[in-house]
């Protein structure tokens, strides 16, 4: 059975109430939401709630999903709308609140979650994706949604452009304007380690 | 320094869907463009600083589990059968709030059942109705049974008088048959009587005869002698 059939399958099931195949199909997705949250929120409690905003309207939504797109698609555009909504609510990821103890805090929460890994690598990984996400704080929020799902989802121009309708051509601008400032932090943090 | 192309040639090289000659001519541009190469090696670099991501583990959390088996009421075996089934209590409640709000009456008639909402006087009528009609059916199924009663206490009565007047004609008979024998007993005996008293008057009459003759012969024997 491949992935898309195992998502039909598990999607049957939970409509017809089964627990165990929702809990299962929230499995398969959750670590792809969460990470997203992330990226996006740069903070773990701003990404847990995110993610439990996008199940919670996956679930709401279940019924209305009719197959004609891959799941996770699907999953990434409830998770777009969810972002912005509550980026209207309070501005996630300000450069403000980047780089402070929080994050560093959320880092070796991680960690000491975790004894079981390499503490050593971990916190390399941590201290990579804390960078990453100093990157991506620069970004206003439609500009790190389309890295996001351009670089991480690996989505077309066309798919980007259907789920902020917008045109291809300003989706493709804002990619690029998002690069070039990516660049420049960049440049920075070579400079500047 | 600048390139007037940078940012079109550069927009259009992270395009999903370059035409083969436009790539080629992009690729061109950037071998032949030492500002435009540099900065596509910029955002590249940009690029791949991001795809350093490292996946986070996922922090531990109910999955929405618990509200998905608090709305569907199931657990984790359940099959949508007792999904449907769960709704049973609910429906009954609704059903019996709605005869009680909506005042459901259910009348039993010869017609079959009949259901009612709402003001009851109409049923009532109604109900005056059937009482009477069922009054009335009462009164002639009583009527006709006391007339089959009376046909029955009527035909016993007749078979009882004609066994009556059998016996009576019977006993008749045979009283006058006791009777005929008695007067014929009586005049049997009576003859007899006669026939003795007769005899005996024979015998009287006879003596008296003899006596006579006696007397006679006693007399013409008187005579001579004197």
Known sequence: ?193 | MSCPKTQHLLQEYFSDDLAPFAREEIELHLNSCEICGSELEALLLAQSNLQNWQDQRVPHWDRGVDLFKREHRVSGSTTGFWRWWQWVPTAASFAMLSILFLNVSVVSGEQGFSITFGDNSSSQQQFQSQLTEFQELQRDEIQALITRVEDRLDSNSVQLLQAVMDQTQQITADNLDRIYAFFEQNRIRDLEDMRVGYQALVDSDYETIRTLQQLAQFVSYQEPVR
């Open chain 1, 1 to 193: 059975m491949s992935l898309i059939d195992e998502d039909a399958a598990l999607i049957a099931s939970a409509l017809n109430g089964s627990a165990f195949a929702w809990e299962k199909l929230v499995k398969r997705h959750e670590s792809k939401v969460y990470n997203l949250g992330m990226r996006l929120t740069g903070n773990s409690s701003d990404a847990m709630d995110l993610m439990q905003e996008v199940f919670l309207g996956v679930y709401r939504n279940l019924h209305r999903f009719r197959g004609d797109a891959k799941f996770s698609s699907w999953i990434f555009r409830i998770a777009h709308n969810k972002a912005v909504d509550m980026n209207r609510r309070k501005r996630l990821m300000t450069t403000q609140s980047s780089g402070n103890d929080q994050d560093d805090k959320d880092i070796f929460e991680s960690i000491a979650n975790d004894s079981k890994d390499e503490p050593d690598r971990k916190l390399g990984e941590q201290q990579q994706n804390n960078q990453i996400c100093k990157m991506l704080a620069i970004l206003p929020l439609e500009q790190r949604l389309i890295v996001e799902l351009k670089v991480f989802q690996s989505q077309t121009f066309d798919e980007i452009a259907d789920m902020q309708e917008i045109s291809v051509n300003t989706a493709k601008t804002r990619f690029y304007t998002a690069l070039k400032k990516l660049k420049v932090v960049s440049e920075e943090n070579h400079v500047l380690p």
